[in-house]
């Protein structure tokens, strides 16, 4: 399965830029909606999204794809 990293990814963020971000902040500056961040926070939801939400993503956290997303086996 697919699992996305957002929460990693904005508690890096935080971190590094010490200051908090929001999901409303990461969805001003990329375009994608908090509902589809939301959900792709949530591992039981099993979230699809475009790549141009990738891009976005990508850019905003100036990270790569893999660092976004990751593919973990699912449990036997």
């Known amino acids: ?3 996305f990293r957002i929460k990693e ?3 890096e963020k935080e971190k590094r830029e010490n200051r908090k ?3 409303q902040e ?3 500056h990329t375009g994608v909606n ?3 961040l939301s959900k792709m ?3 039981d939801m099993k ?3 475009t790549t141009s939400a990738i891009d976005s993503l990508c850019r905003y956290f100036d990270c790569k794809i893999e660092d976004i997303m990751v593919y ?3 449990p036997e």
């Open 9 to 11: 990814l904005i508690a």
């Open 41 to 43: 926070q949530n591992p």
């Open 26 to 28: 990461i969805s001003q």
């Open 21 to 23: 971000v929001t999901q």
């Open 72 to 74: 973990v086996k699912d």
């Open 34 to 36: 908090r509902t589809s």
């Open 47 to 49: 979230h699809s999204t």
């Open 1 to 3: 399965m697919i699992l």
